[in-house]
């Protein structure tokens, strides 16, 4: 990635763009960077200057040194030094954001001179490259100015940042080191997802706290990269226990899912096969959603990363690019990682609407869209949804997903599997209750409703006194919960027929058809499904 980072910055500078602004918070990196490029003579014939700029200090070379007569602190001075230069250069700005905003009082001085300059700098071979940790790029100027994500660091610059830690206090007698190369790899991998300079803060606090640093301390690592991402206000981590084990029903979902879990080998790099890219999933409320997602990440024993695009359209208008940016680029670091959007329709009532916000909202939801195009790391997306009247249609273009399903209202024998895992869950055995006839009595529940009727008739049982001294599940404590409980389905009826409708032109069904053949059933059948399967469920 990097790698294809600095090809696109040569490219850029040779194709004479005026400005190039880098978007990150790690100066330092891209300062590197710029300057590894601007050495390597296979790159250019006549190679480039470079002077970086600051607002305390003005122009400097790389080094260090001043690098203009007059003092160049001022913006406007800093930009008629790069004018009156006279080689071919690349100027560094670092903190020239605020100058373009709006509420700088000289915001229209500096965006008119940027824009006068731009011109120029693109015939004499100078190049202003912009680094900020914030897009923050005035109407007038977005022609002018391209934008580049610096990506986080590399599992090599990982590694150099551990062993130059094993370097530094390796010979120290307060710190031991019991790393061998495998515990290594695990501390670089659990960095993946951070800055330089937070895994460098991370495995110093790991080094402070226990005087020690070995296999153990990839844990405290780990927990320190969930605060910094769970800081982000976006991205949660979420720990995924269950997995396809505690969903009932689904089979085709599941079988799926299972399939598309091989794609990320290597053996499959090799094949020809892109990476899975996402599921979106649409359904009738509490039949399964939200557990499948994190079922996926605990099956494919990858993270899962909560994506709350509710936030991302926060109540800070103008920062949501930047935060979309901002997460999209932590999953991709995080990688290979579950990115988990539930109720993407809710999330994106903001961008629909298109109300008062200069369209902001429909270009970060295009950002997203063009991002799960055109994503190369293996960041697998499971998306949720209820109400697909609000679901934009660009959504479903193929590229985006590789399948969208339909979660349906289970069948006779998915209900039986789900009060199966239900009852198994809380430590009751499934086969000394009357399933056939509570599979009979809960037509049109969903799955939660089913664990409702679990749990409403434990305490039913709970409270009950007859007969038995100690309290007793019974079959009738069941099938009292159940003649107790009204269904959703029952109620939204209507709503309902019309999801099904259109699920049917454009889903998958997620559930098994009834006409499987025995050995479709075989071939992906788990344990709880057969004997469902073999209930008389008549
Ligand atoms: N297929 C299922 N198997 C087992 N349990 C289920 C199933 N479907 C639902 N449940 C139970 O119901 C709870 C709620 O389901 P879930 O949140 O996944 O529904 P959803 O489809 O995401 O609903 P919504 O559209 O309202 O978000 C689950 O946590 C689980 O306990
Ligand atoms: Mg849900």
């Not at 670092?94 to 000289?106: G, R």
Request: aromatic share 8%.
């Amino acid at each position: 990635m990097p790698l294809e980072f600095s090809k696109d910055l040569v490219i850029y500078i040779k194709a004479g763009y005026p400005i190039l602004n880098i978007l990150s918070s790690e100066e330092d990196r891209v300062l590197e960077r710029v300057d590894e490029i601007r050495r390597d003579t296979t790159l250019w014939k006549e190679g480039r200057e470079l002077f970086v700029w600051t607002i305390s200090r003005g122009w400097l070379t790389p080094e260090g040194q001043p690098a203009a007569k007059e003092d160049s602190r001022d913006p406007a001075q800093a930009l008629a030094f790069v004018r009156n230069h006279e080689r071919r250069a690349l100027f560094l700005f670092k903190d020239f954001h605020p100058y373009l905003d709006e509420k700088s009082p000289n915001a229209s001085l500096v965006i008119r001179l940027v824009r006068d300059l731009a011109p120029h700098l693109a015939a004499t071979g100078k190049t202003m490259i912009w680094i900020s940790p914030v897009l923050k790029i005035p109407a007038e100027l977005e022609k002018d100015v391209i934008v580049l994500d610096m990506p986080l660091p590399t599992e090599a610059e990982y590694r150099a940042v551990l062993e130059r830690f094993i370097e530094r206090y390796g010979s120290s007698t307060k710190v031991v080191f019991n790393l061998a190369e495998e515990g290594k790899d695990l501390m670089v991998k659990a960095c993946q997802g951070l800055t330089k300079c937070e895994a460098e803060n991370a495995l110093a606090k790991a080094i402070v706290g226990r005087g020690r640093l070995d296999v153990e301390d990839v844990r405290s690592i780990l927990e320190e990269k969930e605060q910094i991402i769970r800081k982000s206000g976006i991205l949660e981590f979420w720990g995924a226990v269950q997995d396809f084990g505690v969903v009932g029903g689904l089979a085709n979902l599941k079988t799926w899912l299972k399939q598309r879990n091989q794609g990320f080998s290597q053996r499959a790099r090799d094949f020809g096969l892109p990476y899975p890219r996402g599921v979106l999933l649409v359904g009738v409320p509490g039949c399964g959603k939200s557990l499948c997602a994190k079922a996926v990440a605990a099956e494919w024993k990858k993270p899962l990363l909560k994506f709350d695009l509710g936030r991302v359209f926060g109540p800070y208008v103008g920062d949501s690019e930047e935060r979309m940016r901002k997460a999209l680029s932590t999953a991709e670091g995080v990688a290979p990682a579950i990115l988990w959007i539930d109720e993407l329709e809710k999330g994106l009532a903001g961008a629909s609407g298109g109300g008062g916000d200069g369209g902001v909202a429909s270009r970060v939801f295009g950002n997203l869209l063009t991002w799960m195009e055109e994503k190369k790391k293996p960041v697998f997306v499971v998306a949720t949804a209820n109400d697909i009247s609000r679901l934009p249609p660009e959504l479903l273009r193929k590229g985006r997903m590789d399948a969208i399903f339909f979660v349906d209202l289970p069948s006779p024998t998915e209900r039986a599997e789900i009060l199966m895992i239900h009852l198994a869950r809380r430590g009751r055995d499934p086969n000394e209750f009357d399933l056939p006839a509570l599979v009979r009595v809960t037509d049109g529940f969903n799955g939660a409703e089913l664990e409702e009727v679990v749990v409403g008739a434990l305490y039913e049982a709970f409270t009950d006194k007859e007969g038995q001294a100690e309290p007793r599940l019974a079959s009738r404590h069941l099938l009292k919960a159940a003649s107790e409980l009204v269904p959703l389905s029952r109620t939204r009826q209507r709503e309902i027929g019309i999801l099904r409708e259109w699920a049917a032109k454009n889903c998958r069904a997620a559930a098994r058809a009834p006409d499987a053949t025995e050995s479709e059933r075989q071939a992906s059948e788990s344990l709880v499904e057969k004997q469902a399967r073999l209930l008389d469920l008549g």
